[in-house]
Nanobody, 120 residues
Framework: QVQLVESGGGLVQAGGSLRLSCGVS????????LGWYRQVPGKQRELVAT???????TYSDSVKGRFTISRDHAINTVYLQMNSLKPDDSAVYYC??????????????WGQGTQVTVSS
């Protein structure tokens, strides 16, 4: 069974940094894309950053230049380095994976979420 387990959230002052980690366990034939999303109460979940199997990355405009997504293929882990944090970055951050658990069967998975709180 495929599972995503996040860690690294917490409380930080504005201007500070945090690094989120998401470990993928279970067997996957192919991982197409890993990403991070975030959600605050009463709002839709929004994309933060993605990284595909070739290493290409995308970022939302709100985090571009401050956040960096990376991936360690050897241990199936994706990271989100968050610098220059702002109170508006406070949210529950979710890890996301899209790929093929078996051949010809695409699926999408979510982690349980990790809270990030940035104080002013």
């Amino acid at each position: 069974q495929v599972q995503l387990v996040e860690s690294g959230g917490g409380l930080v002052q504005a201007g500070g940094s945090l690094r989120l980690s998401c470990g993928v366990s279970g067997r996957m034939v192919s991982i197409i894309q890993l990403g991070w999303y975030r959600q605050v109460p009463g709002k839709q979940r929004e994309l933060v950053a993605t990284i595909n199997s070739g290493g290409a990355t995308t970022y939302s405009d709100s985090v571009k230049g401050r956040f960096t997504i990376s991936r360690d293929h050897a241990i199936n882990t994706v990271y989100l380095q968050m610098n220059s944090l702002k109170p508006d970055d406070s949210a529950v951050y979710y890890c996301n994976m899209r790929g093929y658990p078996i051949i010809a069967s695409w699926d999408e998975y979510w982690g349980q979420g990790t809270q990030v709180t940035v104080s002013s």
